[in-house]
């Protein structure tokens, strides 16, 4: 199926941003809508970002509208997640996803709709 690395987390003082990026090694990848999840510990895993395959269409949770931003070049097989302004409630480990059926545009929220997982990438806010 393939492989997602993601890189880029770390530890920021709240207000500061980072930029994670996810590294695809997927066949369809130009033509696989992806996303950002987070799961903070003790709580489960949530939706925070998704872009479909031609990236013209984005979809956000609530928590990050406004504040983070979710990009992807399809040349270099990359994704990215700009995350400005952080709060310490956004710290969690960081994982990518994408869906290997292609072309979708829709339900990119959806924890099931997504078929490859990368390891994940710790994001620490400090107050």
């Known amino acids: 199926q393939g492989q997602l690395v993601e890189s880029g987390g770390g530890l920021v003082q709240a207000g500061g941003s980072l930029r994670l990026s996810c590294a695809a090694s997927v066949r369809t990848f130009s033509r696989s809508a992806m996303a950002w999840f987070r799961q903070a510990p003790g709580k489960e895993r949530e939706f925070v970002a998704a872009i479909s395959w031609s990236g013209d269409m984005t979809d956000y949770a609530r928590s990050v509208k406004g504040r983070f931003t979710i990009s992807r070049d399809n040349a270099k097989n990359t994704v990215y997640l700009q995350m400005s302004n952080l709060k310490p409630e956004d710290t969690a480990v960081y994982s990518c996803?994408?869906?290997?059926?292609?072309?979708?545009?829709?339900?990119?929220?959806?924890?099931?709709?997504?078929?490859?997982w990368g390891q994940g990438t710790q994001v620490t806010v400090s107050s």
């Open positions: 996803a994408a869906d290997l059926s292609e072309f979708r545009s829709y339900g990119l929220d959806s924890l099931g709709v997504y078929d490859l």
